[in-house]
């Protein structure tokens, strides 16, 4: 069974930086992209980052410039990490990771795409 597993969350206060680390239990070939999306109380989940099979990155351009992902190697698809600088007290949120499969990989990952269970990040004095 495909498993997503965030970790990095926690209390930070304003003006810090957090680096949250995800790893999907899954062949690294078999990962076509993975994004970083958040969720605050009340608010719907929003798309941040993501960075496909060929180390290709995009942003919210909100976060544009203060988030940046990156993986552990270029070999190593099936890890997406984020390191946001400049924390405020508006990134409070749960973070979740999302991994996108490659389509030649439907018999080993049923699911066309993946969820972590979400990390807490809070920014408070």
């Known amino acids: 069974q495909v498993q997503v597993v965030e970790s990095g969350g926690g209390l930070v206060q304003p003006g810090g930086s957090l680096r949250l680390s995800c790893t999907v239990s899954?062949?690294?070939?078999?990962?076509?992209?993975m994004a970083w999306y958040r969720q605050a109380p009340g608010k719907e989940r929003e798309l941040l980052a993501t960075?496909?099979?060929?180390?290709?990155?995009?942003?919210k351009d909100s976060v544009q410039g203060r988030f940046t992902i990156s993986r552990d190697n270029a070999n190593a698809r099936n890890t997406a990490n984020l390191k946001i600088d400049m924390l405020k007290p508006e990134d409070t949120a749960v973070y979740y990771c999302?991994?996108?499969?490659?389509?030649?990989?439907?018999?080993?990952?049923?699911?066309?795409?993946?969820w972590g269970q979400g990390t807490q990040v809070t920014v408070s004095p």
């Open positions: 960075i496909t099979h060929r180390g290709v990155t995009t942003y």
């Open positions: 899954a062949d690294p070939d078999c990962i076509s992209a």
């Open positions: 999302n991994a996108h499969r490659e389509i030649m990989c439907v018999m080993a990952m049923r699911e066309p795409e993946y």
